[in-house]
């Protein structure tokens, strides 16, 4: 894991510093083309900021460290809207705002991206911005009269007639993977700062997953919901949105440090892993998603799913599958996690280029369509399942570990 983290991701992106016009390029096509002018993504550069952060806390290197600092400072001095709050959707290659809608999805990855700066380092700044960009999600995106996180707003915080994420999500005004990447940067802000509003905020975050987003029938998380919480889009399936929630949701719960919601939240946790289960192949492997209503089923194996897939299952392993008493099939998560591990580096990494495929059609053939590095290709999923992997058993590891 250490090595395909230093030696195929992180070196990749280490090239894509963007050393004149500042920040990180935005594309490279799947053939391998560098497109110097592309526009800059926020969900690209905040996950770039949290990708190297982490690795340096883990490891120590400094050149990890200078990539990070480059990408938080790109994040403040560029993505932050200095005079409206909150973080622009896209700028182009020269650092100009493009798209200055707030899309709340992107304040989150910000937050996590400056969060684990802060936490890396210390850094007073990265932590001051974070603390920011939570009240302003708090004051801009909760939902106070049915609860939960709206999509997003103008960049003047006015209702928007388009809140997708992109082209192919559902135009519905809350949605799981939304809540899913707030939920996420609120635990690791937590963790360096113990404010009263952020631990009732994560609190809360946790109940909606428990009582809004799980489906009670079939143990999926639902994808896309009206203001009341009426579900929409039909019967969609995410399945690994589903094995990265179950972990992410217990993640939350654990930073919290309560045992009653601890005892509330671990029993879901396992039934949304074994919800996830439906789209696993037996190469280890696991489908995209599916349409329950429409019977069809997005069956490439795209990269982040196969990394939260890893995750996932050792995660469900190490808490509920290391004790005698212990289920068989919480004992079988770490065979889930190996064999998608073994798919990975058979099947997803590039070896010539560095960093990982988009996915792999069914029948094994190579999406070169997609980017290799962009708006949404970025060193965040395949990163965090090294890193992940490397802390939990961090004493096997000749690495410098900071709590």
């Avoid at 799981?176 to 939920?183: R, Y």
């Avoid at 996932?312 to 190490?318: D, F, K, L, P, R």
């Amino acid at each position: 894991m250490r090595e395909v983290l230093e030696n195929n991701i992180l070196s990749f992106w280490l090239k894509m510093q963007d050393f004149e016009n500042g920040g990180f390029y935005g594309q490279m096509k799947g053939d391998g083309t560098l497109v110097k002018d592309a526009n800059k993504g926020g969900i690209l550069n905040a996950r770039i900021l949290w990708s190297f952060s982490a690795a340096y806390r883990v490891t120590g290197k400094p050149e990890y460290l200078e990539a990070a600092t480059r990408a938080k400072d790109y994040i403040i001095n560029k993505f932050y809207d200095k005079e409206f709050g909150g973080i622009f959707w896209e700028l182009d290659c020269k650092g100009n705002p493009v798209d200055t809608k707030k899309q709340f999805y992107a304040l989150g990855f910000a937050i996590y991206g400056l969060s684990e700066y802060a936490r890396a380092t210390g850094n007073e700044e990265a932590l001051e911005y974070a603390k920011k960009l939570f009240f302003t999600i708090e004051e801009h995106s909760l939902d106070t009269q049915y609860n939960g996180y709206i999509e997003a707003c103008t960049r003047e915080w006015n209702e928007i007639a388009d809140m997708r994420l992109s082209d192919l999500d559902e135009n519905y005004p809350k949605s799981q993977n939304t809540h899913l990447h707030i939920i996420e940067p609120y635990a690791n802000l937590y963790r360096i700062w113990k404010d009263e509003r952020l631990e009732k905020a994560l609190r809360n975050l946790i109940d909606i997953f428990c009582d809004k987003i799980l489906n009670p029938e079939t143990h999926h998380l639902d994808l896309f919901f009206d203001m009341d919480w009426k579900r929409g889009a039909g019967q969609l399936e995410s399945y690994g949105h589903d094995i990265e929630c179950s972990w992410l949701m217990h993640e939350a719960a654990l930073v919290l440090g309560d045992k009653d919601v601890l005892a509330k939240v671990e029993p879901i946790v396992q039934l949304v892993a074994k919800a996830s289960e439906k789209g696993l192949n037996p190469d280890g492997s696991m489908t995209h998603e599916a349409n329950v209503d429409t019977g069809y089923v997005d069956a490439d194996r795209h990269w982040w799913v196969q990394a939260e897939n890893v995750v996932g299952w050792m995660n469900i392993y190490q808490y509920f599958g290391t004790k005698p008493d212990s289920s068989e099939w919480a004992k079988s998560a770490l065979d889930k996690a190996e064999l998608c591990w073994k798919y990975i580096k058979d099947n997803l990494i590039d070896h010539e280029l560095g960093e990982w495929y988009w996915s792999r059609d069914p029948e094994g053939n190579i999406n070169k369509k997609d980017d290799h590095a962009g708006f949404w290709k970025c060193p965040y999923h395949n990163s965090r399942m090294c890193l992940e992997t490397i802390e939990r058993n961090f004493q096997s590891f000749p690495i410098i570990y900071n709590s």
